[in-house]
């Protein structure tokens, strides 16, 4: 499967997910990934939002791009399926 069909794939499974969830889970799952992020830039830095946010619009993204784009569609899948399953049933 092509890098650009599988963000495709993962970005479609990320809408159906947030179909599905309400609006605390949501929240619970952006809470989430904000810990995440917050935890990352403890380490190794402040993240460029403009560098990600124009990968966003870009039609045509290059390898490392599409890498960053499947990753990030990989994680938001992840996230609210937990989210979704109640595996994290204790709210933070």
Do not use: C, W
Request: aromatic share 4%; net charge negative.
């Amino acid at each position: 499967m092509s890098d650009l069909k599988t963000f495709a794939t993962y970005y479609t499974l990320a809408d159906r997910l947030i179909e599905r969830v309400s609006k605390d889970d949501l929240a619970e799952t952006a809470r989430l990934l904000a810990l995440n992020i917050a935890h990352y830039q403890s380490i190794h830095g402040e993240l460029p939002l403009g560098d990600t946010l124009s990968m966003l619009g870009n039609a045509q993204p290059n390898d490392e791009q599409l890498e960053i784009l499947n990753s990030g569609m990989e994680i938001l899948v992840g996230v609210l399926g937990n989210v979704v399953s109640g595996v994290d049933q204790e709210r933070h």
